[in-house]
């Protein structure tokens, strides 16, 4: 079947910009998480999403940082006023509402900050 | 603090030469180590999960397996196509299901 898919693959924005990214889930996963994986370091947990509980934002790096999810499909991630530090590749996983079910990974979208 | 250490960061090795990854942790219960592979320009492939200490699994020429403070991947006689980023990730329990990842080790077989 279909995996994750992310749009745009590649966004490059001035500073100061908002930008939107896009994140569909595998079919029938509840559960939804976003990563930020910076140049050279490991996958920074963000955002994750379970049915209709509450977020768990405990992982967005500030405020100008939010995302959405409606009911158990798509997922948007916003950022306002884009800064340099924000480049980076932001990667989407699902995963069933299983504990310890393996998730399952997009292949993100690069974004660059000019 | 939930930690995840990986080492070495980068392996050379030649086809069949065998070999091991390591994956130190750190959390606060653990419910799930995860083994992962990622390719240049793409997001990370799930491998396999290990729940408990002893647990151990294999695919084709991968072999996973989980102490209470460690574990391992090991490659037996890798080929070229096995050249990739290997991440480790932990989940703890409680009602988070987030992953926390290590650096990663790069591997590179060389024919």
């Known amino acids: 079947g279909a995996g994750v898919s992310q749009s745009p693959s590649n966004k490059v924005t001035e500073k100061g910009k908002d930008v939107e990214l896009r994140c569909d889930p595998i079919?029938?996963?509840?559960?939804l998480y976003w990563y930020r994986q910076r140049l050279g370091q490991g996958l920074e947990f963000l955002i994750y999403?379970?049915?209709?509980?509450?977020?768990?934002k405990s992982g967005l790096p500030s405020d100008r940082f939010s995302a959405e999810r409606t009911g158990e499909s798509v997922s948007t991630l916003t950022i306002q006023r884009t800064q340099q530090e924000d480049s980076a590749v932001y990667l989407c996983?699902?995963?069933?509402?299983?504990?310890?079910?393996?998730?399952?990974f997009g292949d993100g979208t690069r974004l660059s900050i000019l | 603090e939930d930690q995840v250490t990986q080492s070495p960061e980068a392996l050379r090795l030649q086809e069949g030469e065998s070999s091991s990854l390591n994956c130190s942790y750190t959390v606060s219960g653990l419910r799930g180590l995860f083994w992962y592979r990622q390719d240049p320009g793409k997001g990370p492939e799930f491998l396999f999960t290990?729940?408990?200490a002893g647990e151990e699994k294999e695919k084709e020429r991968l072999k996973a397996t989980l102490t209470k403070k460690e574990s391992f991947l090991h490659i037996t006689a890798p080929k070229p196509e096995d050249s990739a980023t290997y991440l480790c990730a932990v989940q703890a329990s409680g009602n988070t299901g987030k992953l926390i990842f290590g650096q990663g080790t790069t591997l590179q077989v060389k024919p």
């Open positions: 079919s029938g996963h509840t559960a």
């Open positions: 999403f379970q049915g209709n509980s509450a977020p768990d």
């Open positions: 996983a699902s995963s069933t509402r299983d504990r310890g079910a393996p998730q399952h």
């Open positions: 290990l729940y408990s």
